[in-house]
């Protein structure tokens, strides 16, 4: 039986890890959960080192964390599940698409990624929304059951976006460009005070035929293989 550590960027009783933790379950993997107290989006890879964390197991293999999802992959795989080996992270479903730069900034890759940096196979899984939660639950983990036997060079990490309404079948996939144009919104509260908020403005994407973007318009889910090396290699040997 295999050991899933099962962490998100939504927070607790989010429908996507719920129902996730249900389907892994039923198909008897043995799952612990593991996901911060409240929405972390955007957080990116960040460990929470200025502060302690409290951790409260609010029933049987469901922990709660007042940190980021990259608190939660760590504390649980050397502190809390040190004793029991686990085979996968498996981070989402999350609510919101993470294509294109968004890996870098997203809590959810980074939930997964964390487990990859230690050596263990990480996924990360994210929707536009829940309207076709269980579609989707269904099919990642048969999706699931099949990558396991496949043997694959250990670890890898998947960043899996999932398409609205019916699933076309999946396309393996790499990244496109998603740019937010830049935008801050000033306001000032009734004592006074100026405050900022960051984006709202909606993205501007930029695919190839082969990205993540394409595959999930055309109604695909789009799996892509990441890795931690981000060096430019064409810029490294123009400066050598």
Request: proline share 5%; glycine share 8%.
């Amino acid at each position: 039986m295999k050991n899933i550590l099962l962490v998100n960027d939504d927070g607790p009783f989010s429908e996507g890890v719920e129902k996730l933790k249900e389907r892994f379950e039923n198909n008897g993997f043995s799952v612990f959960v593991f996901v911060p107290h409240q929405e972390m989006s955007a957080c990116s890879h960040s460990l929470t080192l200025t502060k302690p964390l409290h951790v409260k197991e609010i029933k049987k293999n469901y922990f709660i964390v007042d940190g980021t999802p990259s608190d939660c992959t760590y504390l649980a795989l050397f502190h809390f599940l040190k004793e029991i080996k686990i085979d996968y992270v498996v981070s989402g479903v999350n609510r919101g698409y993470n294509m294109g730069e968004d890996v870098f900034y997203s809590g959810t890759v980074a939930g997964a990624m964390e487990g990859f940096f230690h050596g263990i196979n990480g996924i990360a899984v994210s929707a536009k929304d829940f309207s076709n939660i269980d579609k989707i639950v269904t099919h990642f983990v048969d999706f699931f059951k099949k990558l396991i036997d496949d043997k694959l060079p250990s670890p890898f990490l998947l960043n899996i976006n999932y398409p609205e309404g019916d699933i076309k079948g999946i396309k393996f996939t790499s990244l496109s460009s998603r740019l937010y144009p830049g935008n801050v919104e000033e306001c000032v509260d009734p004592r006074g005070v100026t405050s900022y908020w960051i984006g709202g403005v909606p993205a501007v994407w930029n695919g190839e035929e082969n990205s993540d973007i394409n595959a999930v318009k055309q109604g695909y889910v789009s799996i892509t293989p990441l890795k931690a090396d981000i060096t430019d290699d064409s810029l490294l040997e123009k400066l050598r």
